[in-house]
Structures are given as C-alpha cells and as structure tokens.
C-alpha cells in the first residue's frame, strides 16, 4: 500500500477555490493531478494567483506553460512587472507557503495589508 501524501491531498483539496480579501483583493487556487511527464514529474499541475480589485491578475504561480525556450514549467509571474522566472518547486506544503509570502508581501507594499 502506498502511502498517502497529505500535502499533496491538501492542495488538491484547495482546487477552484477562490475567496476575496478585505482589500478587494482575490485569491483563487486550481491544483489537479495529471499524467506525469518530463515537465511535469510530480503529475500535479497548479495555479496560484493574487487578482486586484478590479480582477487583474498581479501575481500568480503556477506550471501552465514552459518558460520561454526551456522546459521547466514551475515559474513565477512577478508583481508589478511582466516578466516570468523559474521556480524551485519543494513540495506543495513550500509552494502554498511560498505564495501566501509573497502575497502578504505584495498587499503590505501596495498599503492593503
């Protein structure tokens, strides 16, 4: 019997969840399994973003897509600017941490925090 990741059940749990801050500002979660496959190895394909008030997105993790050229697919969509760069992916207990900090940082920088 294989044991049973609860990170992984947790953020899986999470999936279409979406829930707005007393800023206005909304969180929305999508995280399902997939087929394994060389830019998905962990057979988990998610996507966490931070929206403002009027629904722009403004910050987001997630593995949708490569970046650019490369094969990786786990990145960053940076606050404040249009670029994308890779991210390290640890596991989905680090990844759900990981964006709720930046999340916490982009709300206290913009004065919604």
Known sequence: ???????????????????R?????????????????GSRPRGVKYSLTLHDASGQRIYGMDNAHAIRRQR???????????KIVGYE?????????DFYREVERILKESGAL
């Open 1 to 19: 019997m294989a044991a049973v990741d609860h990170e992984l059940e947790f953020l899986l749990s999470l999936d279409g969840v979406e829930f």
């Open 21 to 37: 801050l007393l800023s206005g500002h909304k969180i929305k979660i999508e995280a399902r399994t997939v087929a394994a496959t």
């Open 72 to 82: 990786e697919f786990d990145h960053r969509h940076l606050y404040g600017r249009r």
């Open 89 to 97: 992916y640890h596991g989905p207990a680090k990844l759900l941490a």
